[in-house]
């Protein structure tokens, strides 16, 4: 994916630490999120009524714009098919103008037939749409609930929360603050919420009889002749004067004009009676909007009503056109148009471009008649349909966004087929959409005993996960790959899913899993006599080991992988482990031998493809440069870095690679010079999602401070990142930091903290036995 930077460096814009505890302020509009999201689908058409909820809806606002909520949290309760979602929208909608901060929206699926939208889900695509990056999601879910309720604050946003099941659903959706205001639908009267968070609710009821004929009237308004009122009553009554149940049957009246109302009528009295014998009869209401549901459906063309059928056995609660074409085993448009009959029909809802769902009472219907009319081969046979369009359109998406990464599709029978990405920001987009679906495609496919499409998926997937960290989605699906491919006894599939685990646990920072699955995987890879692949788990694990600032035990896992791919002759896999090796030299503090495999890296990769690795290789050597005291060839190997990232579009590279740029800048005396590019990486890491690279950006940035005699700014910063560092588990760089503001602080004259802050340094320091830490310690002691 190409990323551009555009960031200035007007001293308008300079990076300044104002209140460390609520974050760090960028001053300029570059860096703050700035997006209105405008998440509510379309209003509803004919809507009637509902003049007395509405009205209690409004309760809920003050007065005054600038005058805050007089409710916070707002609960439409009421039965399925009684307009909740409708009478929340069509509010929404008509109040809009009241929250200039933009509007959220999400169907939390709680009475779905399958899984209910968990809080991590939602929380991850609401701070998306707040601007947060795809990969800035905090794993635990009250981290990421606190990130959210922090971008909420002082913000004046609706946020529609439709379909909840439980109280515990809601909350950790719910603001912080005064500001925002929510809506939450749902079936239950959700209790707790009103006593605990003093929710107002508003109880819907069926329609009158006057509302619910006014409805029908409007719906058949200009298709039929005006209707008889008794009539029109009738039907309402056929239809429990349930707004779902009464759209659909005006949507078949209104279809068939030239048809008796009566006799239209007749028809559903007769399915009526027929689902009358079939029911329990426990729930009236839910029995009358099942009867038209039959009564619509049966009305259907055969064609249109086996899609419909079919949507029951679909994985995605969400679908697009091409994934309804796969199931059904249609072409693209033949799926458009049974879809637009559909939605005609009010069977199915168009929620955005090329974008459907069934409501829940609908989806369970169109199971249901799945397992009456469809054989269970059939079922299989749609099923597998669809996941095999899922899987091979991954495959191509990860062929834009990781074409390094090799395809899982090894001899696989296909049975439907996915069309080619135009290019990286359409196969972005396909997946960004389709993210909830991929999930629910590989828990469908283990549930049905697809166990190969279960392992080949989340296995194809690794290659865009690791660019944009969705650590929920990768390691459950990565959990449920390995399970299947253990079940199948595919050992083959079972190393990948092993290695991708290790991936997200160790770029997640959860090293102690990270941990065993890098084991796990170098102790198959032997096993199946996989070199190559020995020699890439060797190199992880080396990186796992780097990042612990564990470097004996680095050096032998990238020495191990080394003389592997050299016995191998793999030359581009020499020079990323030479790279791995030299930059653990340099950690030791062993320039020499880290400027010896940094020219031998450096030769190999001019005859190979590969922007960020030769441009890591020039970090590296800026580093050595720099360290040995000559900052013009320093500046020369990283400025050929950083040009090779901007070329080549990679944010990531560039945000890394623009550190030693600050570095530089400092050790050639020209601090002033160093906070744009300090200010830049900062800003595209926060970007990018990687707290502990925006910690390192900001770290710099202090050091820069102290270097500009600034050093009241620079504390502020270091005390920012001491915090990052240890929700990270990082402790060398949180015994750095700690270091770092020791000395800020002692040139503020605060000598007893800079004592304390040096003395909690030095203890950290003790943990490392490297020759970076011992230079350390005595530096520390000395100023003790």
Same mark, same amino acid.
């Given at each position: 994916?190409?990323?551009?930077?555009?960031?200035?460096?007007?001293?308008?814009?300079?990076?300044?630490?104002?209140?460390?505890?609520?974050?760090?302020?960028?001053? /300029?509009?570059?860096?703050?999120?700035?997006?209105?999201?405008?998440?509510?689908?379309?209003?509803?058409?004919?809507?009637?009524?509902?003049?007395?909820?509405?009205?209690?809806?409004?309760?809920?606002?003050?007065?005054?714009?600038?005058?805050?909520?007089?409710?916070?949290?707002?609960?439409?309760?009421?039965?399925?098919?009684?307009?909740?979602?409708?009478?929340?929208?069509?509010?929404?909608?008509?109040?809009?103008?009241?929250?200039?901060?933009?509007?959220?929206?999400?169907?939390?699926?709680?009475?779905?037939?399958?899984?209910?939208?968990?809080?991590?889900?939602?929380?991850?695509?609401?701070?998306?749409?707040? *601007?947060?990056?795809?990969?800035?999601?905090?794993?635990?879910?009250?981290?990421?609930?606190?990130?959210?309720?922090?971008?909420?604050?002082?913000?004046?946003?609706?946020?529609?929360?439709?379909?909840?099941?439980?109280? /515990?659903?809601?909350?950790?959706?719910?603001?912080?603050?005064?500001?925002?205001?929510?809506?939450?639908?749902?079936?239950?009267?959700?209790?707790?919420?009103?006593?605990?968070?003093?929710?107002?609710?508003?109880?819907?009821?069926?329609?009158?009889?006057?509302?619910?004929?006014?409805?029908?009237?409007?719906?058949?308004?200009?298709?039929?002749?005006?209707?008889?009122?008794?009539?029109?009553?009738?039907?309402?009554?056929?239809?429990?004067?349930? #707004?779902?149940?009464?759209?659909?049957?005006?949507?078949?009246?209104?279809?068939?004009?030239?048809?008796?109302?009566?006799?239209?009528?007749?028809?559903?009295?007769?399915?009526?009676?027929?689902?009358?014998?079939?029911?329990?009869?426990?729930?009236?209401?839910?029995?009358?909007?099942?009867?038209?549901?039959?009564?619509?459906?049966?009305?259907?063309?055969?064609?249109?009503?086996?899609?419909?059928?079919?949507?029951?056995?679909?994985?995605?609660?969400?679908?697009?056109?091409?994934?309804?074409?796969?199931?059904?085993?249609?072409?693209?448009?033949?799926?458009?148009?049974?879809?637009?009959?559909?939605?005609?029909?009010?069977?199915?809802?168009?929620?955005?471009?090329?974008?459907?769902?069934?409501?829940?009472?609908?989806?369970?219907?169109?199971?249901?008649?799945?397992?009456?009319?469809?054989?269970?081969?059939?079922?299989?046979?749609?099923?597998?349909?669809?996941?095999?369009?899922?899987?091979?359109?991954?495959?191509?998406?990860?062929?834009?966004?990781?074409?390094?990464?090799?395809?899982?599709?090894?001899?696989?029978?296909?049975?439907?087929?996915? #069309?080619?990405?135009?290019?990286?920001?359409?196969?972005?987009?396909?997946?960004?959409?389709?993210?909830?679906?991929?999930?629910?495609?590989?828990?469908?496919?283990?549930?049905? /005993?697809?166990?190969?499409?279960?392992?080949?998926?989340?296995?194809?997937?690794?290659?865009?996960?690791?660019?944009?960290?969705?650590?929920?989605?990768?390691?459950?699906?990565?959990?449920?790959?390995?399970?299947?491919?253990?079940?199948?006894?595919?050992?083959?599939?079972?190393?990948?899913?092993?290695?991708?685990?290790?991936?997200?646990?160790?770029?997640?920072?959860?090293?102690?899993?990270?941990?065993?699955?890098?084991?796990?995987?170098?102790?198959?890879?032997?096993?199946?006599?996989?070199?190559?692949?020995?020699?890439?788990?060797?190199? /992880?694990?080396?990186?796992?080991?780097?990042?612990?600032?564990?470097?004996?035990?680095?050096?032998?896992?990238?020495?191990? *992988?080394?003389?592997?791919?050299?016995?191998?002759?793999?030359?581009?896999?020499?020079?990323?482990?030479?790279?791995?090796?030299?930059?653990?030299?340099?950690?030791?503090?062993?320039?020499?031998?880290?400027?010896?495999?940094?020219?031998?890296?450096?030769?190999?990769?001019?005859?190979?493809?590969?922007?960020?690795?030769?441009?890591?290789?020039?970090?590296?050597?800026?580093?050595?440069?720099?360290?040995?005291?000559?900052?013009?060839?320093?500046?020369?190997?990283?400025?050929?870095?950083?040009?090779?990232?901007?070329?080549?579009?990679?944010?990531?590279?560039?945000?890394?690679?623009?550190?030693?740029?600050?570095?530089?800048?400092?050790?050639?005396?020209?601090?002033?010079?160093?906070?744009?590019?300090?200010?830049?990486?900062?800003?595209?890491?926060?970007?990018?999602?990687?707290?502990?690279?925006?910690?390192?950006?900001?770290?710099?940035?202090?050091?820069?401070?102290?270097?500009?005699?600034?050093?009241?700014?620079?504390?502020?910063?270091?005390?920012?990142?001491?915090?990052?560092?240890?929700?990270?588990?990082?402790?060398?760089?949180?015994?750095?930091?700690?270091?770092?503001?020791?000395?800020?602080?002692?040139?503020?004259?605060?000598?007893?903290?800079?004592?304390?802050?040096?003395?909690?340094?030095?203890?950290?320091?003790?943990?490392?036995?490297?020759?970076?830490?011992?230079?350390?310690?005595?530096?520390?002691?000395?100023?003790?």
């Amino acid at each position: 994916m190409r990323t551009r930077s555009e960031l200035s460096g007007t001293a308008g814009e300079v990076v300044q630490a104002r209140d460390v505890h609520g974050g760090v302020h960028f001053h /300029g509009a570059e860096f703050r999120p700035g997006r209105v999201p405008h998440q509510l689908p379309a209003d509803v058409r004919s809507f009637v009524n509902r003049a007395a909820e509405l009205a209690r809806l409004d309760q809920a606002l003050a007065g005054d714009l600038d005058e805050p909520m007089v409710v916070a949290v707002t609960v439409i309760a009421g039965t399925a098919g009684v307009g909740k979602t409708s009478l929340a929208l069509h509010w929404a909608h008509r109040v809009g103008d009241r929250f200039p901060d933009g509007q959220l929206y999400v169907n939390l699926h709680g009475h779905d037939p399958g899984p209910r939208a968990s809080a991590e889900q939602v929380l991850d695509r609401f701070l998306r749409a707040l *601007g947060v990056p795809a990969g800035e999601m905090p794993v635990d879910l009250d981290d990421r609930a606190a990130h959210y309720r922090s971008l909420l604050a002082g913000r004046r946003m609706l946020i529609i929360l439709d379909n909840a099941a439980t109280a /515990g659903q809601v909350r950790p959706l719910l603001p912080g603050t005064a500001g925002c205001l929510v809506v939450v639908t749902s079936r239950s009267h959700l209790s707790g919420l009103v006593f605990r968070e003093g929710a107002h609710r508003v109880s819907l009821d069926v329609l009158s009889e006057a509302e619910a004929v006014s409805l029908l009237g409007t719906v058949l308004a200009g298709y039929r002749a005006e209707a008889a009122a008794e009539e029109l009553a009738e039907l309402a009554r056929l239809c429990a004067r349930l #707004p779902l149940a009464l759209r659909i049957a005006a949507e078949r009246a209104a279809r068939r004009p030239r048809m008796p109302l009566s006799e239209l009528i007749e028809d559903l009295r007769d399915e009526s009676g027929l689902w009358d014998a079939l029911s329990t009869g426990d729930d009236e209401e839910v029995d009358a909007v099942r009867t038209v549901f039959a009564w619509s459906y049966r009305a259907l063309p055969d064609g249109v009503a086996r899609l419909f059928r079919l949507l029951g056995v679909h994985p995605a609660l969400e679908f697009s056109v091409a994934s309804a074409a796969a199931l059904a085993g249609v072409s693209l448009n033949q799926a458009k148009q049974l879809l637009e009959v559909l939605v005609d029909a009010h069977l199915v809802e168009q929620t955005s471009h090329g974008r459907y769902q069934c409501h829940d009472l609908l989806r369970s219907y169109a199971t249901d008649q799945a397992r009456q009319e469809e054989t269970g081969e059939s079922r299989q046979a749609a099923l597998r349909r669809v996941l095999d369009w899922y899987l091979q359109t991954a495959d191509r998406a990860r062929a834009q966004l990781s074409p390094q990464e090799p395809s899982m599709l090894r001899t696989v029978e296909l049975t439907s087929a996915a #069309p080619p990405f135009a290019g990286q920001e359409e196969a972005l987009r396909w997946y960004e959409s389709e993210r909830p679906g991929l999930v629910a495609a590989t828990r469908a496919a283990a549930g049905a /005993g697809l166990h190969r499409i279960a392992w080949q998926l989340p296995a194809t997937l690794r290659g865009v996960y690791m660019n944009f960290n969705p650590f929920g989605d990768w390691v459950s699906t990565g959990q449920v790959g390995l399970a299947s491919a253990r079940t199948l006894g595919d050992r083959a599939g079972e190393v990948e899913l092993l290695d991708s685990l290790a991936m997200a646990y160790t770029q997640s920072h959860r090293f102690d899993e990270a941990t065993r699955y890098h084991r796990e995987t170098l102790a198959l890879r032997r096993e199946l006599g996989d070199s190559l692949g020995e020699a890439i788990a060797l190199s /992880g694990l080396g990186l796992l080991h780097l990042r612990r600032r564990e470097l004996a035990e680095a050096r032998s896992a990238f020495g191990q *992988g080394l003389a592997l791919v050299r016995a191998l002759g793999n030359r581009y896999w020499q020079a990323l482990v030479l790279g791995n090796l030299a930059e653990t030299c340099l950690e030791l503090a062993e320039h020499a031998e880290a400027a010896s495999l940094l020219r031998e890296a450096l030769e190999i990769f001019e005859g190979e493809d590969d922007y960020a690795g030769e441009g890591n290789a020039l970090y590296l050597a800026s580093v050595v440069e720099r360290e040995q005291g000559r900052p013009e060839q320093a500046s020369a190997a990283v400025e050929r870095a950083l040009g090779l990232a901007r070329l080549h579009g990679s944010a990531m590279c560039e945000a890394h690679w623009l550190l030693e740029r600050c570095r530089v800048l400092r050790a050639a005396g020209s601090p002033e010079e160093a906070l744009v590019p300090c200010q830049r990486a900062a800003a595209i890491q926060r970007r990018l999602g990687d707290r502990g690279r925006e910690a390192q950006a900001l770290d710099e940035t202090g050091e820069t401070y102290r270097a500009l005699d600034q050093p009241e700014e620079a504390a502020n910063f270091f005390r920012l990142t001491v915090s990052v560092h240890r929700d990270l588990g990082d402790r060398w760089r949180v015994a750095a930091s700690l270091d770092s503001l020791s000395k800020a602080l002692s040139e503020t004259g605060d000598a007893e903290e800079a004592s304390r802050c040096a003395r909690e340094a030095l203890t950290a320091f003790a943990a490392f036995d490297d020759p970076r830490a011992a230079a350390r310690r005595i530096d520390l002691q000395r100023r003790l």
